[in-house]
């Protein structure tokens, strides 16, 4: 069965956003709602407007709005019947819920998939009541909010839910909406929530025993042990704080297990102090700055880092280090990620036979539905079972069944296979669904061809290569050019098929160019060095279209300046549906000279080329616009649109499949594969360039721009339209030319180094 049409019945936070990831998937969406006093449609449309305007953006794309239909739940409801899956999203008590199924089990087919959403009842109780086809067609799904940016969907079949029903919507959720699918056992809270809320209490409660702020224990469980930035209290804050009282209330009355809450943490809700949506939380914001809360006055107070040196050494190293220095820090920083830490584990020891299939799953959910970097079982890998066990002993805790049953560790490696230890004691293969590659296993593997500093080769299998960046927020310095140039060299002379240009970072692809070393060496006048240096950019961008073999790039995140060349250039661009792709060199006083100012021309002139009474000139100020304005896509559908993307590119909504995907798109061409023909660029010359030069004079006389912006943009409007010549056709070569020459004048002017010195220091643009 295939999922064609997407019924979502509840526009509340939730019901919307959902219903935005579908819509944004390109997946029709029927949403549905109770019936407003006024108009009959106000209280769907109202959350149809929620959706849209909440930020971070809840829609890919915002035109995807229109796949949305919104009706009633009195009016409408027979719509259902032409949706393949209808997920409740409605209040989140037993009672409504089952009213609702009620009137679903008489208007949906035979063969519709039914599921609830919802963060912890008992999905067995929902269908009490239920005829058999409704049962076997029903089970629980548990997304994160947002929809669209947390990774994690719980979910929960019951024993009767028939395994077709479960594994369309897992092949779906997957593969369509770019979920990371966890199964889990239908057992209060489930997985992500029962052990992730469990740790949030445990940290609230262990603040008040050791005396500890809030910005303390935030600066102590944020990325210093692997997780998320927001850590403890900002996590709160950001998913609401009544959330985390109703969620710790109710896993508390489900399971016996103490959730109890301090009473400051219950008046803070009371009081409407609900976090960010209610502009005071844990925190609060004042004039620009993020004040903390005093948890024993109730007063708020300026936010302050914790004073210990030790903190600031580990914060470098890599998690595993990380975690283990974090255990070893002195005094009551110490005692409380020892506690915390030790605390966790034990509970999770216990909990996981009752709440999970597999030890693989718990990892799994904690990593994408709280954003650790570790799940807890890889992180009691990491510091080793011994030490786990000393550390339950220094806690006064006993050593769970699971702990002893490991051994030496809870994952292990033989023969090239990769084992983690079972729920019944034995050990098992940990294998990825299929399409899905890992790099960090490749690399546990040994399959690394070359391997330098800032950038690696790795094998892929089946004769394809990867080109790793590992520089610093994956810059393209020095050494990334050159392992850029030899996996050019390696794949043309050896037996590949082609070569895939990827990474596994979390956030960033790549951030353009090193502007350290561009920096350094206009500093010393070392012009010489940075004409080459530009030479050489501009010939392995262009050397990546015309390779003999097909070269697929595989951007996510952030992609900036030329990163973004990198892309423009290749065979094929496989993208990750989360993607900030932007020409950016304007905001550090430059303009694109990797080839990026020549490619947006070329694509742009060929768009317009099939009609012949366009006028050229559209092409030479799209071009323009985009670059001058350094705009950069909220997503990779946005970048279709604004042209960094081509038609044919192909998007990769699941993270984890991104690799695979641009493997596959290697192997599709590779057999008949011949690198296009190129041909010389229409330029418009000195009239177009007058009219560029116009409109940076405007804009220079109105005020809008500054004196060096309107520089910048003489230079780029001099690059697109091939110098104050006559029009004609000029080779490539030309154009690149006289991208190096004006990046080279720009550098040169104390502005654009100003520029780059603040954008270094502040990471933010400079507008001098």
């Not at 063969?111 to 963060?119: F, H």
């Not at 929809?147 to 839910?161: F, N, V």
Request: a negative charge; charged letters at 25%.
């Amino acid at each position: 069965m295939r999922i064609r049409r997407v019924g979502i019945v509840g526009a509340g936070t939730m019901g919307s956003a959902i219903a935005a990831l579908v819509a944004s998937v390109g997946v029709p969406v029927v949403l549905l709602d109770l019936p407003g006093e006024r108009e009959r449609l106000e209280v769907v449309k109202r959350g149809l407007r929620r959706a849209l305007e909440t930020r971070p953006p809840a829609f890919l794309d915002p035109e995807r709005a229109a796949l949305i239909t919104l009706g009633t739940t009195e009016d409408d409801l027979a719509q259902l019947a032409a949706c393949d899956w209808v997920i409740e999203a409605i209040v989140e008590q037993p009672e409504p819920k089952r009213a609702l199924f009620d009137k679903l089990e008489e208007v949906l087919g035979p063969e519709t998939i039914v599921s609830s959403n919802t963060s912890g009842i008992p999905i067995h109780q929902l269908v009490e009541g239920r005829g058999p086809g409704f049962r076997r067609r029903f089970l629980g799904t548990h997304f994160f909010n947002p929809p669209r940016y947390l990774h994690l969907l719980e979910l929960i079949p019951t024993r009767e839910t028939d395994p077709a029903a479960l594994a369309t919507i897992e092949r779906f959720a997957d593969r369509v909406l770019g979920k990371g699918v966890v199964q889990a056992r239908d057992a209060p809270g489930f997985i992500a929530n029962r052990l992730g809320v469990y740790g949030l209490v445990q940290a609230i409660r262990l603040m008040e025993q050791l005396d500890l702020a809030i910005d303390e224990v935030d600066a102590l469980t944020g990325p210093l042990i692997g997780r998320p930035r927001s850590a403890t209290f900002r996590t709160c804050d950001l998913t609401g704080i009544d959330l985390l009282e109703h969620v710790a209330g109710e896993l508390a009355a489900a399971t016996g297990d103490d959730f109890g809450l301090p009473g400051w943490v219950h008046e803070l809700v009371a009081q409407g102090r609900l976090g960010e949506k209610a502009g005071a939380g844990f925190y609060r914001r004042e004039d620009g700055a993020i004040l903390a809360l005093d948890w024993k006055t109730g007063q708020y107070r300026p936010r302050q880092e914790p004073a210990l040196p030790e903190l600031q050494a580990l914060q470098r190293r890599p998690v595993e280090a990380r975690l283990r220095g974090a255990l070893e820090l002195p005094g009551k920083y110490g005692d409380f990620l020892r506690a915390l830490l030790f605390r966790t584990f034990h509970y999770t020891l216990l909990r996981t036979p009752e709440i999970a299939n597999d030890l693989v799953s718990v990892d799994r959910a904690l990593e994408w539905g709280f954003g650790w970097e570790l799940g807890p079982y890889r992180a009691m890998d990491t510091l080793g079972l011994e030490a786990v066990r000393a550390g339950l002993r220094a806690q006064g805790l006993d050593e769970p069944e699971l702990l002893r049953r490991a051994g030496d560790a809870f994952y292990r490696r033989a023969d090239g296979a990769r084992t983690v230890l079972t729920l019944r004691g034995h050990r098992a293969a940990v294998t990825l669904p299929p399409g899905q590659i890992s790099l960090r296993l490749l690399r546990k593997e040994g399959r690394e061809l070359l391997a330098a500093e800032d950038a690696a080769l790795l094998d892929l299998g089946d004769g394809v290569v990867l080109l790793e960046f590992r520089s610093k927020q994956n810059t393209l310095g020095a050494g990334v050019l050159e392992m850029i140039e030899r996996a050019l060299d390696l794949v043309a002379r050896g037996d590949y098929a082609g070569l895939v240009i990827g990474n596994e970072d979390p956030r960033v692809f790549s951030a353009g160019a090193n502007l350290v070393e561009i920096l350094t060496l206009a500093r010393a006048g070392d012009w010489n060095a940075l004409d080459g240096a530009v030479r050489r950019f501009q010939r392995i961008t262009t050397g990546l279209r015309d390779a003999p073999f097909p070269v697929v790039v595989a951007p996510f995140g952030i992609t900036l300046g030329g990163a973004a060349e990198l892309a423009l250039y290749a065979d094929h661009v496989q993208a990750a549906a989360e993607l900030a792709i932007g020409l950016v060199e304007t905001g550090v006083g430059l303009i694109p000279a990797g080839g990026g100012t020549t490619a947006m021309l070329r694509r742009f002139s060929e768009d317009l080329a099939p009609y012949e009474q366009a006028d050229p000139f559209e092409a030479v100020r799209r071009a323009f616009d985009l670059i001058a304005l350094a705009r950069t896509s909220t997503s990779a559908l946005e970048a279709k649109k604004l042209g960094y993307l081509r038609s044919s590119d192909c998007i990769t909504f699941n993270r984890d499949r991104l690799i695979g995907d641009a493997k596959a798109q290697v192997l599709s061409r590779a057999p008949s594969y011949v690198p296009p023909v190129v041909g010389p660029v229409r330029v418009l010359g000195r009239d177009a360039l007058g009219n560029l030069r116009y409109a940076v004079w405007s804009m220079r006389e109105a005020g809008q721009i500054s004196e060096h912006e309107a520089r910048i943009g003489e230079e780029l409007a001099l690059v697109l339209c091939g110098g104050d010549g006559a029009p004609r056709e000029v080779p490539e070569q030309e154009l690149l030319d006289l991208e190096r020459e004006a990046f080279l004048r720009l550098l040169g002017t104390v502005k654009t180094q100003e520029r780059i010195v603040h954008m270094l220091e502040t990471g933010k643009p400079l507008r001098n």
